[in-house]
Structures are given as C-alpha cells and as structure tokens.
C-alpha cells in the first residue's frame, strides 16, 4: 500500500526518510544516507536541502507539516500527548532555525477533543487545554506555535468535525477506536526527482 501511495504522487521509494516515533522530543536532519531509512529514536524530521520525501505515521497523533517559505526547508513532526510534554514543537522550532515570519504550519487530521478522553493528570500537563476529562490537542499545539513567534495567519488547522481520525472512520484509521495496526502516512517533500 505504501509503495502505491508513493507511486500515485511521483515520489520514488528509496527518497522516502521516516521516524520511529517513540513519543519524545527529539528531532533528526536528514542526510543523504538517510534516504529509503527510518530513523531511530525520533518524532520529527528536517530536510534542509531539496529532493526528500519526508513521513511520519498516525492513527490519532497529530501530524505537523513545517515549510520555510523563503527557502526549500521542510520538516515534519508527530505529535501526541507525550511528544507535546516534552517539548517536540520547542526543540523542533529550535533545530529547524527559520525566521518565524516565514514558517508556515499546517495541522493535518488527528482526533477531536470530543473523541480525545484523558485521564485526571492532563488537566496539570495542559491546563490550556483540558476540559472536563477531554484533550485539545490542537489548540495545545496553536499555543505553542504561538509561543515560538509563528504567525497565527501561517497556521492552518482543519475542521475535526470533518476530519477527526477516531469518529471519521470512512476516511481514517484510529488507534483509539480499535485500529491497533493501521496508519495513515503523512508526506511532505521538497523537489523530489527520479533518481
């Protein structure tokens, strides 16, 4: 399936990099090794130069597509509860080192805050965000876009009535409603060719 969904948008396998994704904080630069690999140990990837295809995989985490608009830069993040406690969006800001002005974030599907119930310790970690035993996960992630300086107007979320992962079950996989081994890939890559 991952092949054919490569194929469909022109992007050859072996330019593909992919995370781990252990639910940290830490973010890898691609290198040209790096192409055809998954990279251990990490839940964001930067690609500072052209011809990468980068992806993560979700069924409910939320996936951050991250473009430099003056340059080719481009990364991708994974974001969940654990990610977001330990800082992902700040570190990843950090490695990733473009003026905020020209940082545009997109916020792909994920699951809603009506779907998303968390336990009691939540309402210590995002005080921001936590309602009545439910998570928003992606106003979590605006006020931390915010906070590193992103312009608002850059940040482009989605309507999760239309798109969240766990009640939208025609159109995604959900870990939380029971799809312990299916994932949706993410891909963002800057000026791929056949090589």
């Given at each position: 399936?991952?092949?054919?969904?490569?194929?469909?948008?022109n992007?050859?396998?072996?330019?593909l990099v992919?995370a781990e994704?252990?639910h940290?904080?830490?973010?890898?630069?691609?290198?040209t090794?790096?192409?055809?690999?998954k990279?251990?140990?990490?839940?964001?990837?930067?690609?500072?130069s052209?011809?990468?295809?980068l992806?993560?995989?979700?069924?409910?985490c939320?996936?951050?597509?991250?473009?430099?608009?003056?340059t080719?830069?481009i990364?991708?993040?994974?974001?969940?509860?654990?990610?977001?406690?330990?800082?992902i969006?700040?570190?990843f800001?950090?490695?990733f080192?473009?003026?905020?002005?020209?940082?545009?974030?997109?916020i792909?599907?994920?699951?809603?805050?009506?779907?998303?119930?968390?336990?009691?310790?939540?309402r210590?970690y995002?005080?921001?965000?936590?309602?009545?035993?439910?998570m928003?996960l992606?106003?979590?992630?605006?006020?931390?876009l915010?906070?590193?300086?992103?312009?608002?107007?850059?940040?482009?979320?989605?309507?999760?009535?239309?798109?969240c992962?766990?009640?939208?079950n025609?159109?995604f996989f959900?870990?939380?409603r029971?799809?312990k081994?299916s994932r949706?890939i993410?891909?963002?890559?800057?000026?791929?060719e056949?090589h």
């Amino acid at each position: 399936m991952l092949r054919e969904v490569l194929s469909r948008n022109n992007i050859p396998t072996d330019s593909l990099v992919t995370a781990e994704q252990v639910h940290g904080n830490r973010v890898h630069i691609v290198r040209t090794e790096d192409r055809g690999k998954k990279n251990p140990g990490v839940d964001g990837l930067i690609a500072e130069s052209e011809g990468f295809a980068l992806g993560i995989f979700t069924a409910d985490c939320v996936p951050l597509f991250v473009v430099d608009k003056s340059t080719k830069k481009i990364g991708l993040i994974h974001s969940g509860w654990k990610s977001l406690q330990k800082g992902i969006i700040e570190n990843f800001m950090e490695m990733f080192g473009a003026k905020p002005e020209n940082i545009v974030v997109v916020i792909a599907p994920h699951i809603c805050d009506k779907c998303y119930r968390v336990g009691e310790p939540f309402r210590e970690y995002f005080p921001d965000n936590y309602r009545d035993g439910n998570m928003n996960l992606q106003n979590e992630i605006m006020r931390r876009l915010i906070a590193q300086k992103i312009i608002e107007r850059n940040i482009d979320t989605i309507d999760l009535n239309r798109f969240c992962t766990c009640h939208n079950n025609d159109l995604f996989f959900s870990y939380r409603r029971g799809d312990k081994n299916s994932r949706q890939i993410s891909v963002l890559s800057n000026g791929i060719e056949e090589h």
